[in-house]
């Protein structure tokens, strides 16, 4: 069993930096602050007795050899970028739960068949560059190295600069490194395990996303003189469409979502009619056809708008990944460990994505979910217990230790 | 007669302060750039033999000597700081056409009775600092000076201090100055003049106005996880909030206007559900039982939309002033000089606020609309022909003369 105070107070100290008034963490990534709490987890991995070692979009290998060092390694990970006003666990629990294994072996001077590693993957939030699961996106040849370094923050840095300038723009080829099994450990972040008082969710299968930028372009024009009828609002045509992005996923319960997370408004003037309006779309679903048809109705809705007030509207694709299923032999693992252990259980299907969805396309993966305060995550009320935190990390261990060998 | 080409001149050199890439100017209220605008025109005053003083809100007035010097002076004036994406002759024009009278008074050394003075008002905009129309604001005592000290940009960077900074913090009292009539010439900023193919707007009266911060406060969760019907989404809320002050607008014709300019929303990121929006809310109407139904129906709206989604919604109002009806003394002295000078005019109500409305307030006061390209302004395309610029600026001329006795 996994020793869940050091677990917490790894926690503890990470969340440190970047830590908010309210209790969060702003770690936006590829920011000092990321480099900070990548070089701590990765002096705490060095303490641990592991190889490090960095890929060309800075993916972070934090290695512990096995018996026979020629086999894949067994990997679990996540990130530890956050967002903008996120918590203290989001993705930093994955990465520190894979430390914590890894000290639990050496204490019981385990060695296991194959090699064990952490992964830091690189800006998994998504908020500050897309696409999102930018890293494990590369990594799985999801989109190419150069699309992820073009990607470019609102002030215009772009991921390549800012690797370089954190000092985590590594050498080694993304996706050379082998991968024998992938798991990685997660607060939910909703509220199903905690509705229903368990304490492992077992995650069979995780929604698809399409993001979008649109962008609506009126006319700018003074607030005052300017008569109703021959105003070209780009912000009232705009809020139309953030309102039939949450209608389309109500007609596709359960499992439909929609979500406008950021708005810009030009010039953003109290007295001036907004001449241009840019907002994000998020539309997920767990199942593939109806999230084409969450598109294709977004896409319908979008047309008729443009038609109806004749304003220009440009939607683009920034973001996508289908639905994914995960592996059997990887979520059985999972399923034994938490029986083996007896913990409380439930099938999970995740609304997040996760680095795990594109390591399942290179390899078998799985993935363990404890339940979070209220279901609130991307808040820095963010909460977790470390009971369950412990009971996650020990499930982790198990499954890892079925799949590596000893 | 004035000198159009002059007067054109000085339009473009004031224009080269600020300028954008779109031919427009951004040249904020109490930034640099303002300062360097006002520095250009006091220049110009003192070239033209005027003397200047600067009052406590940083009002600039710039005096030429009457005859009789103990008259209080007839005064003209309007600002010289713009919109983020603002044009040449918001305002500029109303300022320099001043200067352009003092210099044909000079080139034809007429002497005045009353002293003639050309007014710079502080950051008549608003777009950084409310209330808007600030210094002619404090000067007729529609708010106090403190007030005034204490606005804040949305950096924190307080109007006392930004005064300051740029030496415009002047020593006069403000509303200490005294005032024997104030016109002021201005481009129309809609389209009614172009429209009726005119060269002159008497602008009888000036729609009221009642502004508004909007706060909704929600809970920001993960896009992905958190189920539609769990959501307390403060952008959903507040976009049913944007239409209506749109569709009250709509309910009173022809002088009914509603607009949300400026919008926040946080934490703004894609892929969490926003948890506070907050927004500007800009209603306007010429009549005043209108203008307060609207206030009222806005009220009511937010209380509803309070009970119904029972999320936190905070409506504050940040400026207000009623409708202005200008005072017959000076809105015949502008028909009378427009007839004398042969130009086409017809009467034209203001929707854009002007300093003109809190001088009004000091003393029997006047404006003189010329017609801007399509109607457009608080936009850097902005335009204005310098024929009807040359216009305006004769029946200033006159109309100030008539006033100040020659
Ligand atoms: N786990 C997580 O918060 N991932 C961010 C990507 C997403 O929006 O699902
Ligand atoms: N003239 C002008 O643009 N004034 C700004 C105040 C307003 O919004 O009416």
Redesign the interface.
Known sequence: RINGQRLWNSLMELAHIGATAKGGVKRLALTDLDRQGRDLVVGWAREAGMAVTVDRIGNVFMRRAGRDDSLAPIVTGSHVDT???GGKFDGNYGVLAGIEVVRTLNDHRIVTEAPVEVAIWTNE???RF?P?MMGSGVFCGAFSLDTAYAAQDVDGKTVREELERIGYLGGEEPGRHPIGAYFEAHI?????LEDAGKVIGVVPAV?G?S?YDCTVSG??????????G?RR?A??VA??I??EV?AI??RY??Y????????Q???????????EVKF?I?L?NVNDELLDTMHEEMLAFVAKTRRETGLGIELERVSYYPPCTFHPVCVDAVRAATGKLGYSTMDVV????HDAIYAARVAPSGMIFVPCKD??????IEDAQPAHLEAGCNVLLHAMLERAGV
């Open positions: 967002q903008p006003t939030e998504g908020s897309v999102v939910e972040q909703g509220p199903v929604m996303l993001w006319m700018e024009a003074h607030a005052g003189p300017t008569p109703m021959l609002d912000l009232q809020a139309g953030m309102q949450v996923a109500h319960p359960p439909g979502r929609g979500t406008v997370g950021m708005v408004v030009f010039p953003n003037s109290r007295n001036v009619i907004p001449g994000s998020d997920r995740s609304g997040a994505g279901g609130i995550s991307h808040n820095e």
